[in-house]
């Protein structure tokens, strides 16, 4: 076979799995920074926040825990955040909401989401006075809501999907983001209950990275959800020596069966992804 010949298969086997979808590799140099999709999962310890970005627009996941208020404000007014155009809380635990009320009167925020369920705890009603101050309603998320970031990037409601659960964890509003051929989903703290009800659901569940439920907790991230979501890429956002031992060694043996790359805060510090809708990279 001549160098031509092989050159051309090579072409062709380069172009085919291109047209595959979005793929972990390296992103192309010609990708314009205005059209690039930044995801941070930032290292609040023992909790939840997710940093999404594109062209201006912000969305931003859960707050962190109180403990780490002054980090996760420092950290979006690094990146240059003034305005939160979407701010979701998945469910009023202080692993998630601990520092919202900052993040509320630190930032212009335009939409706040959260689910149908209420807590007595102080972080919970600072969460509130913040809101009431500044004018906010709360807008019910619930399954089959769409949130559009920008032009091509919606952001789908994908559970809860009953209006009782008796675990708040299981409340908690679980997102798939779709940009171009890219997924990514965010499960908050969602727990198996709430996986098998997507999976009933028959929802679309296959995407490129997969934020674990629950801090990688043995009670999220079952055989099945995994089967269906099989990510690229598995993202875990727990605290270092945290005393609840997540992730679990369970979840870990799964992630590691299967042909996954394995992002942890605790392990990584903060994680931040890339994408241009046809790939994606780990800054
Ligand atoms: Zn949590």
Do not use: W
């Not at 995801?39 to 859960?62: A, E, F, T």
Request: proline content about 2%.
């Amino acid at each position: 076979m001549n160098n031509k010949k092989l050159l051309i298969i090579f072409l062709i086997i380069t172009i085919s799995f291109s047209l595959k979808g979005c793929s972990s590799v390296s992103l192309n140099n010609e990708i314009k920074a205005d059209n690039l999709l930044k995801i941070h999962y930032i290292d609040v310890g023992q909790g939840d926040s997710i940093l999404i970005s594109i062209n201006g627009k912000n969305m931003l996941i859960d707050s962190g825990s109180a403990v780490k208020e002054e980090y996760i404000v420092k950290y979006l007014k690094k990146q240059g955040i003034k305005k939160l155009h979407h701010v979701i809380a998945t469910h009023p635990h202080e692993d998630h909401i601990g520092s919202m009320s900052s993040i509320i009167s630190n930032f212009n925020v335009e939409n706040f989401y959260a689910p149908k369920i209420t807590s007595s705890t102080n972080y919970f009603n600072n969460m509130i006075d913040e809101l009431m101050k500044k004018g906010l309603k709360i807008q019910v998320a619930s399954s089959g809501k769409k949130i559009q970031l920008y032009d091509n990037v919606i952001c789908e409601i994908i559970a809860p999907n009953s209006t009782t659960y008796e675990n708040t964890n299981n409340y908690s509003v679980v997102l798939k983001l779709t940009y171009g051929k890219c997924s990514f989903i965010f499960t908050g703290d969602a727990e198996a209950i709430s996986e098998n009800e997507m999976l009933s659901n028959n929802t679309n569940l296959k995407c490129d990275v997969l934020k674990l439920g629950h801090h990688g907790s043995s009670t999220s991230t079952t055989d099945s959800f995994l089967e269906k979501a099989s990510p690229k890429i598995a993202i875990i956002s727990c605290g270092k020596n945290n005393p609840f031992r997540h992730p679990s060694k369970k979840t870990i043996g799964k992630i590691k069966s299967k042909d996954m790359q394995v992002y942890r805060t605790d392990i990584d510090g903060d994680i931040v992804l890339l994408s241009n809708g046809s790939f994606i990279k780990k800054q």
